[in-house]
T-cell receptor, first 110, second 114 residues
Framework: QKEVEQNSGPLSVPEGAIASLNCTYS??????FFWYRQYSGKSPELIMF????GDKEDGRFTAQLNKASQYVSLLIRDSQPSDSATYLC??????????FGPGTRLSVLP | ETGVTQTPRHLVMGMTNKKSLKCEQH?????MYWYKQSAKKPLELMFV???????ENNSVPSRFSPECPNSSHLFLHLHTLQPEDSALYLC?????????????FGSGTRLTVV
């Protein structure tokens, strides 16, 4: 059973703080990792992807991947109320379609 | 708009009705997907099409019937649904079946079965 786990939250952080979202996965052969943001009532939107161990930065977002420990995280710096959404982690096991986690609900408090 | 268009946005149907959901992508992608999203549950993959051929069917009840007439269009035909089928149905597409490139999702159809 291929699984992707996330803390469902809600994760509450004050405006301007760093939000840290974590995801673990079970298939050690997974190669591609994605973070999607989903606002309430809307469809998921791809915000970051990472393939290699280490950090990948894009604006206020940083994705971190550690394949040995089988976790991937998303850091959001200078969190804004507009970042309040559910963040979905998706993992691509080799030769298979995405496996999505249940999502972490983030609430940024003004 | 993300390049993947779904209609209708909202649908209320009785358990004896027949309806269809439509998805159209304008991205030149070769793979298309139907997902079901229920409250507090992970996205559930329902059907996968690559170059108009169904490549995966994840044990979905026969009351859901997909159709992919060409690489740009995907339908989900619904009949004799149950209240537990009420959910957000999302269509997605990707460049190729290998999902290393990520998906583009449509806005979804919010389905309510009464």
């Amino acid at each position: 059973q291929k699984e992707v786990e996330q803390n469902s939250g809600p994760l509450s952080v004050p405006e301007g703080a760093i939000a840290s979202l974590n995801c673990t996965y079970s298939d050690r052969g997974s190669q591609s990792f994605f973070w999607y943001r989903q606002y309430s009532g809307k469809s998921p939107e791809l915000i970051m992807f990472i393939y290699s161990n280490g950090d990948k930065e894009d604006g206020r977002f940083t994705a971190q991947l550690n394949k040995a420990s089988q976790y991937v995280s998303l850091l959001i710096r200078d969190s804004q109320p507009s970042d309040s959404a559910t963040y979905l982690c998706a993992v691509s096991p080799p030769g298979q379609n995405f496996v999505f986690g249940p999502g972490t609900r983030l609430s940024v408090l003004p | 708009e993300t390049g993947v268009t779904q209609t209708p946005r909202h649908l209320v149907m009785g358990m004896t009705n027949k309806k269809s959901l439509k998805c159209e992508q304008h991205l030149g992608h070769n793979a298309m997907y139907w997902y079901k999203q229920s409250a507090k549950k992970p996205l559930e993959l329902m059907f996968v099409y690559s170059l108009e051929e169904r490549v995966e069917n994840n044990s979905v009840p026969s009351r859901f019937s997909p159709e992919c007439p060409n690489s740009s269009h995907l339908f989900l035909h619904l009949h004799t649904l149950q209240p537990e089928d009420s959910a957000l149905y999302l269509c997605a597409s990707s460049q190729v079946l290998d999902t290393g490139y990520g998906y583009t999702f449509g806005s979804g159809t919010r389905l309510t079965v009464v």
